[in-house]
């Protein structure tokens, strides 16, 4: 399968099978996509908690009802002391490294048949309290990983797009 075509074919699953886990190879690919995607000066501020035990999943329910019964959520940060100040001083990088990270890992799970739904329905900062996380470390969304329950489709909005000239300008 090319990309482009990878691409359009994932999309965000809303129903996983609980008893089916990530095998441990394919995670670490998943990992290692994210290891290698390109950060602003190289400073790879992100760090990524991978939650499958019992209580980690259980700390995922209460901070979100958007796990949609996946085996397995990777929390996706990183460390604002890392991050690359732009010009300026008005922008850092580590919000949009990390959004970098994650998608990579998001494009090699659909490229090994794992299913993904990015999610952002939660408070970072109880997210970040109930990870015991230091206070330089920000959460930036949490990633469901997992194999879709029977039945389970995209929503009507998936295929949906504006039309590209509505998207790009050529200057």
Same mark, same amino acid.
């Given at each position: 399968?090319?990309?482009?075509?990878? /691409?359009?074919?994932?999309?965000?699953?809303?129903? #996983?099978?609980?008893?089916?886990? !990530?095998?441990?190879?394919?995670?670490?690919?998943? =990992?290692? @996509?994210?290891?290698? &995607?390109? *950060? /602003?000066? +190289?400073?790879?501020?992100?760090?990524? #908690? !991978?939650?499958?035990?019992?209580? /980690?999943?259980?700390?995922?329910?209460?901070? $979100?009802?958007?796990?949609?019964? @996946?085996? !397995?959520?990777?929390?996706? $940060?990183?460390?604002?002391?890392?991050?690359? $100040?732009?010009?300026? +001083?008005?922008?850092?990088?580590?919000?949009?490294?990390?959004?970098?990270? &994650?998608?990579?890992?998001?494009?090699?799970?659909? @490229?090994?048949?794992?299913?993904?739904?990015?999610? +952002?329905?939660?408070?970072?900062?109880?997210? @970040? /309290? &109930?990870?015991? =996380?230091?206070? +330089?470390?920000? !959460?930036?969304?949490?990633?469901?990983?997992?194999? &879709?329950?029977?039945? *389970?489709?995209?929503?009507? *909005?998936?295929?949906?797009?504006?039309?590209?000239?509505?998207?790009? *300008? #050529?200057?």
């Amino acid at each position: 399968m090319d990309f482009l075509e990878l /691409a359009k074919k994932r999309y965000s699953c809303k129903r #996983y099978q609980p008893d089916k886990r !990530v095998d441990k190879d394919m995670l670490a690919k998943i =990992l290692e @996509a994210g290891q290698v &995607a390109p *950060t /602003a000066k +190289n400073s790879q501020p992100q760090h990524i #908690y !991978v939650m499958q035990s019992e209580k /980690a999943l259980k700390l995922v329910d209460e901070l $979100t009802p958007c796990r949609y019964g @996946a085996p !397995v959520v990777l929390a996706v $940060t990183y460390d604002s002391k890392q991050q690359f $100040t732009y010009p300026g +001083n008005k922008y850092t990088s580590g919000e949009e490294d990390a959004s970098i990270v &994650a998608t990579h890992m998001m494009l090699m799970a659909a @490229a090994l048949g794992v299913d993904s739904c990015w999610l +952002n329905f939660f408070d970072p900062d109880k997210a @970040a /309290a &109930a990870l015991q =996380l230091p206070e +330089n470390e920000k !959460v930036v969304l949490l990633m469901d990983l997992g194999y &879709a329950a029977e039945g *389970t489709r995209p929503t009507p *909005t998936h295929e949906k797009t504006k039309p590209i000239e509505e998207l790009v *300008t #050529y200057c």
